[in-house]
């Protein structure tokens, strides 16, 4: 089972609000946080946590957002053909250069959903946002960028939805990008995340063939199983 990743979302709002949300992450395990430009240097000077945003002329970040204050955020309308979408042509470019690139795309409805898997294709990862979905766009995205080399990391809000969106089709989303103030909140999906990236231990059938009697010894109570999560015990 591949390893699943967790991102924090923390574009918005002033630095203050943006640092609190970090912090937390940092704390908490999350592994790369999207933010606004000219706030790379300030994040990696609250810890070593990778970071995800749009190109900017001071710091480069990790990974380089394409899509914010674009098309695929909806601040630029879409062309009417997707192949002369700026934000295509602008993540391939970056990718002619070596740079790791992420499509940032706000899934509105389906043709936003169908620009999110052509930017998928030329995109190291693919973040999408929904506004008002759950599992089928995020389904039809995964099955369209099966056979890419690209991870899918959706917008989520609650563990709730962090859950629904990594086990999607079986194969569920790459990654999530978490959006909520709450730590406790942040926490929790990240423990689902973790906790999905632990296998599953295949059951086998097994004969008795032999019953000796040993003595004493101390009874095992099974009963607490049901209310342990996996990886307790």
């Known amino acids: 089972m591949s390893t699943k990743t967790t991102w924090i979302k923390a574009d918005t709002g002033n630095w203050d609000a943006q640092k609190q949300r970090i912090t937390t992450s940092l704390e908490s395990g999350v592994e790369c946080v999207l933010v606004s430009e000219g706030r790379v240097g300030k994040v990696r000077e609250l810890g070593d946590i990778m970071v995800a945003s749009p190109v900017a002329e001071d710091i480069m970040p990790d990974i380089v957002v394409v899509g914010i204050n674009g098309e695929g955020d909806g601040t630029q309308p879409l062309p009417t053909n997707l192949t002369g979408s700026m934000d295509i042509i602008t993540a391939e470019k970056l990718a002619s250069e070596g740079k790791t690139v992420a499509g940032y795309v706000v899934i509105r409805d389906k043709k936003y959903e169908q620009f999110a898997v052509e930017l998928g294709r030329v995109c190291d ?4 946002v929904g506004t008002d979905w759950k599992v089928i ?3 039809n995205m995964i099955a369209g960028l099966f056979d890419e080399d690209v991870a899918i990391i959706a917008g989520v809000q609650d ?10 089709l079986e194969h569920g989303a790459d990654g ?8 406790s909140e942040i ?3 990240v423990g689902v995340v973790e906790r999905s990236g632990i296998p599953t231990v295949p059951l086998q059938v097994a004969r008795v063939t032999v019953v000796e009697p040993k003595g004493m010894g101390d009874r095992v109570c099974v009963d607490t199983c049901s209310l342990m999560s996996v990886g307790e015990g």
Not at 159 to 168: G, N, P, R, S
Not at 176 to 183: A, E, K, Q, S
Request: hydrophobic share 45%; proline share 7%; charged share 35%.
């Open 159 to 168: 563990a709730d939805e962090a859950k629904l969106a990594i086990e999607t």
């Open 187 to 189: 926490k929790r999906i």
């Open 137 to 139: 766009p995020l389904e």
């Open 176 to 183: 999530v990008l978490i959006d909520t103030d709450d730590p």
């Open 125 to 128: 990862y693919l973040i999408a």
